[in-house]
């Protein structure tokens, strides 16, 4: 099978951001409920959402969608959140997320890896 016949399962972003809205590192509720609309938003289906505050602070946690999932973790101390967002076979879906997650959290700066998530190649 060659690269062009091996197509992926899944498309998964991998999204930094500094200079974040300072609400959205350390506001418990304010990030499930932004997390959430970014997945709806995006046409995505929320199943459920675990978000566990650090002490002395920081978030963390998991949107689990029906497509895959959204991750989260966050350093407000540093004005940072890393961000997963993952759907199987699903780019459009996850490019929507990534602009709806951009557009909440406006990052002064943000870089971004996009990996295809695909079966390794039998040999």
């Excluded at 809205?21 to 970014?38: F, H």
């Excluded at 199987?88 to 997320?97: H, L, N, R, T, W």
């Excluded at 959290?105 to 039998?122: A, D, H, M, S, V």
């Amino acid at each position: 099978m060659d690269s062009t016949s091996h197509s992926a399962l899944g498309i998964h972003y991998l999204l930094e951001c500094s200079a974040c809205t300072p609400e959205l590192l350390t506001d418990k509720e304010l990030l499930i409920s932004t997390m959430e609309k970014a997945a709806s938003d995006a046409g995505a289906h929320v199943v459920e959402t675990l978000i566990h505050r650090f002490n002395p602070h920081g978030l963390s946690g998991i949107v689990v969608i029906a497509e895959s999932h959204l991750a989260i973790h966050t350093w407000p101390e540093h004005n940072y959140a890393a961000i997963d967002i993952f759907t199987c076979g699903m780019p459009d879906v996850a490019e929507k997320i990534y602009q709806n997650i951009l557009s909440a959290f406006k990052p002064e700066t943000q870089t971004l890896k996009k990996i295809e998530r695909t079966p390794p190649k039998n040999g």
